[in-house]
């Protein structure tokens, strides 16, 4: 997967490409990281890539022309690799929230062009020309698009196969399918008592399953209370279990439904006086 930036500060993309697993698995080569600085494209002595806006306001704009002849020099160079035309992607508010499956989808794609914007935004003529999708972290606003750029870069990465030391890691994340896409339930280390709080007594137990069903009702526990919308898509999908639902039920203090599939295997009683024929 290559990572293309298109970026003011692209000194600021080296805690993606030179430390922690991201660091380590672009030194192996497992994905690469370009950035592109707007300023090499421009040809005035001040190497100027904003400008006023046109009907006043506060702010600066940044211009169209210096923003697309970096990213046409970032797709030829894809295409010097025997890469096809990347997607371009602009940090900003008004993109598609990014979230564990648009970070799935990137690490199994060639990679895209970010755009970082700066200022007060970016010229609309350049997003029409250029741009093919616009991504947002959140209902928030940062002063550039280069710490939202390495959070999608990081999310991405760590998906690569063979990026975790261990394989399984990225299954267990909060929102993965393998989840229902419910939140992590918490977890535990060394010591088993620290300043007089224990591990709870299931993660000691060694019984796998009641291991597991403790952490599925950790997390159903953690995202009823902080994130119920996630118990809502879940449901919607049919990813909750019976159990699941009873749980659920008993945390909301509601008498769960009896299982009808129960009371058919139920005998039905003789009469008391015994058989009548």
């Known amino acids: 997967m290559r990572i293309d930036v298109v970026t003011l500060f692209p000194e600021m993309f080296g805690v993606v490409r030179d430390l922690g697993v991201t660091g380590r698995a672009h030194a192996q080569g497992r994905w690469s990281l370009h950035a592109w600085n707007p300023r090499d494209f421009t040809h005035d002595v001040h190497r100027t890539v904003d400008d006023r806006p046109y009907g006043g306001g506060p702010g600066m704009v940044m211009m169209a022309a210096p923003l697309e002849a970096a990213v046409n020099a970032a797709q030829q160079s894809r295409a010097a690799q025997g890469l096809g035309p990347a997607p371009v992607a602009l940090l900003a508010p008004v993109g598609r929230r ?26 609309q003529r350049f997003i029409e020309r250029c741009v093919t999708q616009e991504i947002s972290l959140g209902d928030f606003v940062l002063s550039g698009g280069e710490i939202a750029a390495l959070a999608v870069i990081d999310a991405a990465v760590r998906l690569l196969p063979g990026v975790l030391n261990d394989g399984n890691s990225a299954l267990q994340d909060s929102f993965n399918d393998t989840l229902s896409g419910l939140l992590d339930s918490p977890h535990y280390t060394r010591p088993e008592v620290y300043e007089g709080a224990p591990v709870p007594a299931p993660l000691l137990s060694g019984h796998h399953a009641n291991i597991a069903s403790w952490r599925r009702e950790r997390s159903l526990t953690l995202t009823a209370a902080r994130r119920p919308e996630l118990i809502e898509s879940a449901r919607a999908k049919g990813w909750l279990t019976k159990h699941d639902e009873r749980y659920l039920a008993q945390l909301a203090g509601i008498e769960p439904p009896a299982d009808a599939s129960a009371a058919k295997r139920r005998k039905p009683r003789k009469p008391a006086g015994g058989d009548a024929s």
């Not at 499956?101 to 970016?122: H, K």
């Open 98 to 123: 990014y979230d564990q499956a648009g970070a799935e989808a990137l690490a199994a794609s060639d990679g895209l062009i970010l755009i970082c914007g700066r200022y007060e935004g970016v010229d």
